[in-house]
């Protein structure tokens, strides 16, 4: 028998175990499996090891994703986590290459795939509570949501995912330095429900605007030109 033999549904079965690559390459043979590519329900699950990967078209963002996560280890994701008026110009153009995929990504999660139950990103550090607040908004099923490494990610998205997040089970916001206790507290008070981790985050040190810290600045050369 011939695969283009098999009904729709054993071929959804057959395509299940591949990778997305060979996915890919398996639609463009023929348009009855590249129907079978198509079909939301084969996209339950993708999980993304580098942001390169956002950038092919080797999968379909659908209603019937469940569970999604981007999680970068690189050595690049230091450099990103750098605050931006730190960065010297060839950090910033590392960054520059990169720095909106994530945040383009979880917009079109937020009109494609509302029945989401557990998203994960860890190591994104252009990630804002602007990207996350929306994706709160509209995957009303969200369940888990996990970030790790996130440094842009403030208690503005703790706040938002005790607003919005009615069906969260658990948030995990591990070594996110610009989360605070003060939160972390707030959402416990709010959503005793919510299984809340968060390993290292408000021990860390968070960021300082230039402006913030101008008054010590000042103080110290006063002291080191009168010294």
């Not at 999968?59 to 999604?68: E, H, I, K």
């Not at 937020?110 to 190591?123: A, V």
Request: proline letters at 3%; hydrophobic letters at 40%; aromatic letters at 6%.
């Amino acid at each position: 028998m011939h695969l283009t033999q098999l009904n729709h549904e054993c071929l959804l079965h057959l395509f299940s175990f591949l990778d997305r690559d060979s996915r890919k390459c398996l639609s463009l043979t023929c348009r009855q499996l590249r129907w079978v590519f198509l079909d939301p329900k084969l996209w339950t699950v993708l999980r993304f090891v580098s942001l390169s990967q956002l950038r092919k078209d080797n999968f379909v963002l659908g209603a019937s994703l469940r569970y999604l996560s981007v999680c970068w280890h690189s050595s690049r994701v230091q450099v990103c986590n750098i605050e931006d008026w730190l960065k010297s110009s060839f950090q910033r153009d590392v960054c520059r290459s990169h720095e909106g995929l994530v945040s383009s990504f979880l917009a079109h999660v937020c009109c494609t795939c509302p029945n989401l139950l557990s998203l994960t990103l860890s190591g994104c550090g252009h990630v804002t509570d602007q990207d996350m607040l929306p994706v709160l908004q509209s995957c009303r099923k969200l369940r888990c949501l996990h970030l790790e490494n996130c440094s842009r990610i403030t208690d503005s998205s703790l706040e938002g995912a005790a607003r919005h997040g009615h069906s969260l089970q658990r948030v995990t916001v591990d070594f996110c330095r610009n989360i605070t206790r003060a939160g972390l507290q707030a959402v416990g008070e709010r959503r005793p429900d919510i299984q809340l981790s968060a390993v290292r985050s408000a021990e860390m040190i968070p960021d300082r605007k230039p402006e913030a810290s101008a008054p010590v600045r000042s103080a110290l050369q006063k002291v080191l030109l009168f010294s």
